[in-house]
């Protein structure tokens, strides 16, 4: 069983990690709770890692993870049927259930926010989040994070041609950008998008 303020640093922590793909400090969990004793917030969190709710690997409070099983209670979402954005459709509850860690999650996968409206005619707006499966090859037509002379990275739609690679807006309003293929490095494709509301 867990007490009232371990519930709460509970969520808090699971929070902070889906929002931001990392775990919260002992002072981020403060701020975010209004506690000011850093040793109130430590006790309660050294009492979730003995009761298996949470897991440290290392000596910085960044490496808080999430237990398997609590874990999953935020990375498993029930599929509740289908919705139509056009034509209404009949109403039919299903049963499945849609794992979001086995989706998106993952070794060499982190998450980028974007900036700009380059890519409006993918569905990537402004502030959304992408998340990128780190690669340094990709195939035409993909979605990629692109590192442009060392220095400079985007996300355009990728397609090679000869020597040259071109980095295609997904916006009308834009042209794409031709480079020669020695000056272009691919750091990882786009696998998946959030977007908070």
Known sequence: MLTGLEEKILQ???MYITQNGRSPTLNEIGQLLQIKSKGTIHRYVESLIKKGHLQRSGRNW????????????????????RIAAGKPIEAISEQYEINFSEMLLGPGRYVLEVQGDSMVDAGILDGDLVI????????????VVALIDNN?????????????????PDNKSMIPMVYLAD???????????????
């Open 12 to 14: 808090c922590i699971t």
């Open 132 to 143: 990128v499966r780190e690669t340094q090859s990709a195939n035409n037509g993909d979605i």
């Open 183 to 197: 000056r272009i490095n691919i750091q990882g494709v786009v696998v998946g998008q959030a977007r908070m509301y």
């Open 152 to 168: 400079e990275a985007t996300l355009k739609r990728l397609r090679k041609k000869g020597d040259q690679i071109e980095l295609i």
């Open 62 to 81: 960044r490496g808080i993870r999430l237990t398997g099983e609590q874990d999953r209670k935020w990375t498993v979402l029930p599929l509740a049927g």
